[in-house]
């Protein structure tokens, strides 16, 4: 295959506040790592890098090799850095010979869909990325400390998702002039794009949420195994 996905699982977890790294947290007797490359492995064939927080290598290559048992698809786990920017741009090193296109994943989306991910390898084009994103249902203000200024349109925003998805060779440059400029962007498209590449968007999902607070970790569990009434 000609797509690579770099998974990023460095980080700490920091507002789940569970006492382990985000990704190495049980969901349902899988971590969140775990469903997350279930849902990477469903998908097209493609090469696998998981970026894993310093000193858990070894328990994210076990998961890696568990996923990975049935499609023995190419792997490797690398070591992530301070910043999300870090950890992709520590992915984007290990990328093999060959591969033009490349996904960058949160593995704290754990239960994106395999064809959320297909669709966005299907988007990219040699010059443009491509990211899912969902349209924004609550109403918007802008505010000013307590002071409500404004209504702000909704119809021009989108919430961004992964996996982002972007021609290999651009998206290096891209890294290549944000770590010279001392830049630290929010997201891959916007670091993509603040080098002046193009990125399109396509529909997000509602089950490709972020794991971010323990309220999102109750809606994951409560996906996976719905309660009987
Ligand atoms: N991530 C990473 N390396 C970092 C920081 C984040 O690989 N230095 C990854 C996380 O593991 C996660 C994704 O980037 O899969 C999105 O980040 P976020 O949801 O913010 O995760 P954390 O940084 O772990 O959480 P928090 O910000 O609450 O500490
Ligand atoms: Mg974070």
Do not use: C
């Not at 992915?91 to 960058?104: C, D, R, S």
């Not at 704290?108 to 669709?119: E, Y």
């Not at 899912?132 to 609550?138: F, G, K, N, R, W």
């Not at 997201?187 to 399109?200: P, Q, T």
């Amino acid at each position: 295959p000609t797509t690579a996905i770099i998974v990023v699982a460095a980080g700490s977890g920091t507002r789940l506040g569970a006492g382990a790294p985000k990704a190495l947290v049980d969901l349902d007797g899988r971590t969140v790592l775990r469903h997350a490359l279930d849902g990477v492995f469903a998908a097209a064939p493609m090469q696998v890098i998981v970026v894993a927080p310093a000193g858990h290598e070894q328990t994210v290559a076990d998961e890696l090799t568990e996923a990975n048992r049935d499609r023995g698809w190419r792997s490797a786990v690398v070591t992530g850095g301070e910043t999300r920017q870090q950890s992709v741009a520590a992915g984007l090193e290990a990328l093999g010979e060959g591969i033009e296109t490349v996904l960058v994943h949160d593995a704290a989306r754990a239960l994106t869909p395999a064809t959320q991910i297909d669709a966005v390898a299907a988007a990219v084009t040699p010059d443009a990325g491509a990211i899912p994103a969902l349209a924004v249902v609550d109403t918007l203000k802008r505010v000013d400390g307590d002071a409500v200024v404004e209504a702000v349109d909704r119809a021009v925003l989108a919430a961004a998702q992964t996996p982002q998805g972007f021609p290999r060779a651009v998206l290096e440059a891209a890294y290549a002039r944000a770590t010279a400029a001392g830049e630290e962007h929010t997201d891959d498209a916007a670091l993509f794009a603040a080098a002046g590449g193009f990125v399109r968007r396509i529909p997000g999902s509602e089950r490709a949420f972020k794991i971010t607070t323990p309220a999102d970790l109750e809606r994951a569990r409560m996906l996976l195994h719905p309660p009987t009434a």
